[in-house]
């Protein structure tokens, strides 16, 4: 009989299991079936524990049954350690005893074959259909130290038996799962939850991160993704942890060619785009790291809770040529470093005469005399300065315990006076040291760079809770059979609410000279066909045309030239547009990616879109504060926002309503439309107008 479907993002059961069953345990702690025996009992696990074994009486000290029928009583969760071809069979087995749960850590299946996908897909349909849900296959487990709960065989809780704490950490990979916690724990820190989720035949990281958004025990998740199956639920977990306050630190893979490869022979999953994948990270405020020990960094400034106001930063070092480092680097960081006020440079000279005071603080090395002149100047610079962020270079001194004993008190007297501000100390030191400042409420990064990159990504870790997924109104595309022309995108784009210019299309010279007199001069001149979509490429544009006389030479000498480098295209005509002058030239487009579908993209446009490549992205459909986002997100925002040398600000409204408008027709168009590109979206002091438009439509494009 069909059971209710469990909840997708139900993942309770697993970390508060009533009774655990093991099948293919064993009396071998070392071994994968016998290290979660070992685990359950040394954690003293509340429930039952069932080994399952037919030739061992006992296991570990425990009565072990010959098969699951055996076993007295209902199973909550089982654990799977059986070779691939006796999985179908345990499973069934441990359904007919309600279990809720299969952890199965079984391999061999959809990594290895496309008979093993099938066997998976198989697998956890019957799980589902008995409402019950499956981790795995080829999954490491999971383990929670609140419940004692080890279903898991990882070999690093042998040398780190975790703490209790906040992190919950979600990963595809068992082995790059378990390197992070090893690496967190050997900082100190504390864990919720840990689970790894295999070849993700049913639960996928995006369940776990929806869950751990939910989980009382858990304030900071840490996922590492290597593709996503679902891509609008990864996109609704991330946006459900960020609504809950919950900083989400991320290492994707697979972005690029080789490195997707790679993840379809490991796990089978679709790797997706990095673009769509940035793009999805940057809308949930996601911190995305580049490296297992940027993961780390940012996970652990993420534990301290402590949130940075803004970013402004401070640099107060012994050393001048480290604070001028720093201060290069802060700048492609987004970080600010502004001088610190007159007076307050004034009362540091005070203190130390032959220090530079501006910011970077340079203190020379007379604060190794003096422990109290640290803390002082920490004061001046949060106090007077208004600080958002600080860091401190201590050279060796973190080595010197006679230099902690002075200064760590003072620090953690300094640090209760400034609970909102972030400390940073990068220093070389000892264990005992570190974690002394630690104490403290300091982060500790022995390289000074280091610590400068966890202090711009602090910054997001902690962004405005976001409002649910923009919803997209009808915008259907009217658009003809076969290949789209600039025509027929602009009048369809036009229906559909975008400004254009004035503008029509000439079949011949004399047409296009009397349209261009009634539209007004100076034009611009585009070849129409839909075997061409870069008309600049083959000579199909011809701009400030000022009289009928040059709209019909140009005409003639545009199709010529067309005609000589795509001899090929079918010529429908020329578009006839008014000029639009005086703007700052803009990109919008769209396109569908794969796994999370329409994507949007944003940036400055025409030829800088080559030659800067300052674009930025997010997913479709955007509201006026997600369009707002992406403007301000583009490294030329104040161009756009303020105006420079002397060319006013653009109508950042008019902007904003274009983005979320082609946003909506993305979103509604998303089944079939491959994308669409305004190049340029000329930005006016008023308003603004598409310029040039580009659609591209899938095979299965409605009439």
């Known amino acids: 009989m069909t059971q209710p479907l469990p909840p997708a993002g139900d993942l309770g059961p697993f970390f508060a299991p009533k009774s655990v069953a093991i099948l293919g345990a064993s009396s071998d702690p070392d071994k994968i079936g016998g290290v979660p025996v070992a685990m359950l009992k040394r954690a003293g696990f509340a429930g039952p524990i069932y080994p399952v074994n037919p030739s061992q009486p006992v296991i570990q000290g425990l009565p072990a049954y010959a098969a699951v029928g055996d076993i007295p009583g209902t199973i909550d969760i089982a654990i799977l350690a059986l070779p691939a071809k006796m999985a179908r069979a345990g499973i069934e087995a441990c359904l007919a005893k309600g279990a809720r749960g299969i952890v199965m850590f079984t391999a061999g299946l959809g990594e290895v ?215 290069d680097q802060a700048v492609d960081l987004g970080l600010e470093m502004s001088p610190l006020p007159e007076e307050a440079q004034k009362e540091i000279l005070s203190l130390i005469p032959f220090a530079n005071p501006v910011n970077p603080v340079d203190t020379t090395a007379q604060v190794v005399n003096d422990m109290s002149l640290l803390p002082r100047i920490h004061d001046i610079m949060v106090e007077q300065g208004g600080y958002d962020i600080v860091i401190t270079f201590l050279v060796h001194m973190g080595r010197n315990a006679a230099i902690m004993d002075l200064l760590v008190p003072r620090f953690a007297e300094m640090r209760r006076r400034h609970p909102g501000t972030v400390f940073i100390v990068s220093t070389f030191t000892t264990p005992d040291s570190r974690l002394r400042l630690q104490q403290a409420g300091f982060l500790v990064f022995d390289e000074p760079s280091q610590a400068l990159r966890v202090a711009a990504g602090m910054r997001h870790l902690w962004r405005a809770p976001a409002a649910d997924v923009a919803t997209a109104p009808e915008a259907r595309l009217a658009l003809p059979a076969g290949p789209v022309d600039e025509a027929a995108a602009t009048a369809a784009l036009a229906a559909q609410g975008l400004p254009f210019p004035p ?125 707002l986002e992406m403007i301000g997100a583009v490294k030329a925002a104040d161009m756009l926002t303020r105006g420079i040398r002397g060319r006013a600000a653009v109508d950042i409204a008019a902007l904003a309503d274009a983005l979320v408008r082609v946003s909506q027709v993305a979103a509604a168009n998303a089944g079939w439309l491959e994308s669409i590109e305004i190049n340029p979206f000329m930005a006016l002091p008023e308003g603004g107008f598409a310029v040039d438009a580009l659609v591209l439509a899938g095979a299965d494009t409605p009439l």
């Open 113 to 327: 074959s496309e008979e093993g996908k099938a066997l998976q897909r198989a697998l956890a349909s019957l799980c589902r259909h008995n409402g019950a849900r499956l981790l795995g296959p080829n999954s490491l487990g999971l383990f929670s130290p609140y419940e004692g709960v080890f279903l898991t065989f990882s070999a690093s809780l042998q040398h780190t038996w975790p703490r209790k704490g906040g992190i919950g950490i979600a990963s595809q990979s068992g082995a790059v799962g378990s390197f992070c916690y090893a690496m967190l724990h050997d900082r100190g820190l504390g864990i919720s939850r840990f689970i790894a989720t295999g070849n993700e035949a049913d639960i996928d990281v995006a369940a776990c991160i929806d869950w751990m958004a939910g989980d009382p025990a858990t304030t900071v998740i840490v996922a590492y993704i290597e593709g996503a199956q679902d891509g609008p639920a990864l996109r609704t977990a991330l946006l459900k942890a960020r609504r809950s306050g919950k900083p989400v630190i991320v290492l994707k893979v697979g972005n690029t060619e080789a490195g997707a490869a790679a993840v379809a022979s490991h796990t089978g999953s679709l790797a997706g785009s990095a673009t769509a994948y940035e793009a999805i990270f940057a809308e949930a405020g996601a911190c995305q790291a580049r490296s297992i020990g940027e993961l780390a960094d940012m996970t652990e400034a993420a534990a301290t809770g402590v949130k940075p106001r803004g970013n402004r930063l401070a640099v107060i070092t012994p050393s001048g040529g480290v604070g001028v480092m720093l201060a």
């Open 503 to 627: 503008s029509g299309l000439a079949r011949s010279a004399r047409e296009a000279a009397d349209m261009a007199t009634a539209i007004g001069f100076p034009v611009a001149l585009k070849v129409v066909s839909p075997d061409i979509q870069h008309k600049s490429d083959v000579g199909g544009v011809r701009l400030g045309l000022r009289g009928p006389a040059e709209v019909e030479a140009a005409w003639h000498e545009m199709m010529c030239t067309v005609a000589e480098r795509q001899p090929e295209a079918a010529i429908t005509g020329a578009l006839v547009t008014r000029m639009v002058t005086g703007g700052v030239e803009t990109v919008i487009g769209a396109y569908r990616d794969p796994v999370f579908g329409p994507i949007m993209m944003f940036g400055l446009g025409g030829i800088f879109i080559e030659v800067f490549k300052d674009v930025v992205f997010r997913p479709a459909p955007l509201d006026r504060a997600g369009a």
